[in-house]
């Protein structure tokens, strides 16, 4: 089993997956460690749709579809948009991530083929749809948020990788009709997950943190 230091480092996030799936046992296991997140209240707040075989597929069919057919995106939580510094950023990770898929800054048509590989979970084996109540706010959102770190983190110390996805808040109609979503409910991410295939060029992306410094405000004394 890997050390925590090591599964927060070794964390990144994958883009391109084997088609082996993940035995359900292990899985459970992972799930089960997650459910150790904490949360205001001990609500345990998030829901988790998780996508495998057949269902993957025809959820995957759906989603391209609905996304190469113009069809509107609306999201029921919009992502947010970057400013300033957060933008520069924004731009740094894609140059990052498109680099290293050889796609070059004006290659519309290459980077909208990237941008539907979300939609293809990445060939993953798995997508899990992480929801929560439509009525609960940012502050249930932080404890969903802290349950996909732990997720992923646990899937981590097994060798299972994933990557986190806002783009598939797109289309919550088709995901909620494929994955029996209930109504009262928002999709905050997807999580595709599975084992790494390190022939994908996509997988080649590191991307660097700032020093604690550019976040991290002490005040008054440390010792
Ligand atoms: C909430 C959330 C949403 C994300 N959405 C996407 C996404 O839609 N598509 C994608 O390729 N990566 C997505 N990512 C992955 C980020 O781009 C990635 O975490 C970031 O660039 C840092 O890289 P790392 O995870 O490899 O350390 C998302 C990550 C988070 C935490």
Redesign the pocket.
Known sequence: MYDLDQAICE???V?GFLSKPVPRDVLEEVLALAQHAPSNCNVQPWRVYIASGHTADTLRGALIQAATTGESSAMMTPIDRFFGTYREKQIA?AVE?YGKMGIERGDRVGRLKASL??FEFFDAPHVAYICMAKSFGIGVALDV?MY?QTLMLAMQSRGISS??????RAFPEVAAEHLDIPDDEQI???LSCGYEDPDVPANQ???PRDPISSNVFFRGDVC
């Open positions: 964390r990144r996030s883009r990770c991530l590989r979300n948020g996909v990557c986190a996805q806002a783009a598939l905050l991410c997807g992306t590191r991307q």
